[in-house]
C-alpha cells in the first residue's frame, strides 16, 4: 500500500515543518505507513532547529496524485496546500486555525483554539499515552516557541506554555537561551530576495469578497529591513497582479518589542487605514503591539471588509 503523506501549508514555517514530522512519528507509533513531507524550503529559524538536532529536512513536494492518502497539519485551507489537494483521500487534520474545510465524507479532524499545532499534537501523545522522545521534544517545543514568539504572542495560552515546560522534562532545554537564538536566526534576511522575502510566510485569504494575501517577516530590527521597501513594493506589485489581488499587506514585525511595520498595497489598502485608524504615509503604517496575523491582523480587517 502507498504510504499516507503528511505536510503542512505552502511557505512553511517551523510549526507546519515540524508537525508533519512529529505527526509522522505518532502515526506510525499507531502502526501507520507515513512520510512526512514540505510544501516548500526551510526558512533560517527552522534550519536553526534541523541543525541543532543534526536531522535532515522531509522530502519536498508540489502536488499529490488523485486518490492519494494525506494527512494536513496546521492548516486546512486548499488554498494553501499542495496542488492537487482538491483529488486526494484527507485522513485527518490536525490544526488550530480558524476552519475553511469541507469534504464529502467523514475524517478524523482535530483543531484547539491554541498558538501552536505542536500543542495539539503533544496533547494527542499524552492521550494514547505514547512516549516522546527528546528529539520529538525539542521539534514540538521549537515549534511552540515560534507560533508564540518565546510566549510574548496573543495567540500563546496556559496549555502552550504547560506544553513547553512538560516537553522539557524530555529536552533538557534552556527555554529562553534556545527560544532567542531560534527566533534571532530567523530574522537574519540578508542573503534572501525580495521575491522570497514576500513569500517566506504569505497566506492567501478571502477577506469579505476581496482576494487578499498577508505576508509576515520577523526581525530585530525594523529600520534595517525598511530599507528595502522600495525594492518589497516592486516585487508585491507584481503578486497583485499576477493573483489578481484586492490587498497585499507585507507586516514586519520585532520579535523583540512586539510591534509591527506593515507595508500596504493594493486598490483596498484603504481598509487597512479604517481597520487601525492609521494613516498609510507612502503605502506604510506603524501598528505597535501587533504581531499576530491569526489574532491582531485578519479578524481586525476582516471586521472592516464585511
Do not use: W
Request: charged residues 25%; glycine residues 4%.
Amino acid at each position: 500500500m502507498e504510504k499516507t503523506l503528511i505536510f503542512g501549508h505552502k511557505s512553511p514555517d517551523t510549526d507546519t515543518i515540524t508537525s508533519a514530522i512529529v505527526m509522522a512519528d505518532f502515526e506510525k507509533k499507531l502502526g501507520n505507513d507515513v512520510e512526512a513531507c514540505r510544501l516548500g524550503n526551510l526558512n533560517k529559524e527552522t534550519k536553526y532547529v534541523f541543525d541543532y538536532l543534526k536531522i535532515n529536512a522531509p522530502r519536498l513536494i508540489e502536488k499529490v496524485e488523485e486518490g492519494q492518502n494525506v494527512i494536513l497539519v496546521d492548516h486546512n485551507e486548499f488554498k494553501q496546500s499542495v496542488d492537487g489537494i482538491e483529488n486526494a483521500n484527507i485522513l485527518k487534520v490536525i490544526d488550530h486555525h480558524t476552519m475553511d474545510f469541507k469534504t464529502s465524507y467523514q475524517l478524523f479532524y482535530h483543531s484547539e483554539p491554541v498558538g501552536c499545532t505542536a500543542t495539539v499534537l503533544y496533547k494527542l501523545y499524552k492521550q494514547n499515552g505514547f512516549e516522546i522522545d527528546k528529539n520529538i521534544a525539542i521539534l514540538m517545543i521549537s515549534a511552540i516557541i515560534s507560533d508564540t514568539l518565546l510566549f510574548k504572542s496573543p495567540t500563546c495560552t496556559d496549555d502552550d506554555v504547560k506544553a513547553v515546560e512538560e516537553l522539557n522534562k524530555i529536552a533538557g532545554l534552556d527555554i529562553n537561551s534556545y527560544g532567542t537564538s531560534m527566533l534571532k536566526a530567523g530574522t537574519d534576511f540578508s542573503d534572501v530576495s525580495e521575491t522570497d522575502l514576500i513569500n517566506l510566510d504569505a497566506k492567501e485569504f478571502m477577506i469579505g469578497d476581496i482576494k487578499t494575501v498577508v505576508a509576515q517577516v520577523s526581525t530585530v530590527d525594523i529600520d534595517e529591513m525598511m530599507k528595502r521597501k522600495d525594492k518589497i513594493e516592486d516585487e508585491i506589485k507584481k503578486v497583485i497582479e499576477d493573483k489578481k489581488l484586492g490587498l497585499f499587506l507585507f507586516a514586519i514585525t520585532d520579535i523583540m518589542n512586539s510591534n509591527s511595520q506593515v507595508i500596504v498595497l493594493g486598490e483596498n489598502s484603504n481598509i487597512v487605514s479604517l481597520a487601525y485608524n492609521v494613516k498609510l504615509e507612502n503605502n506604510t503604517a506603524f501598528l505597535p503591539g501587533v504581531v499576530s496575523r491569526k489574532k491582531q491582523i485578519i479578524p481586525i480587517i476582516s471586521k472592516v471588509a464585511n
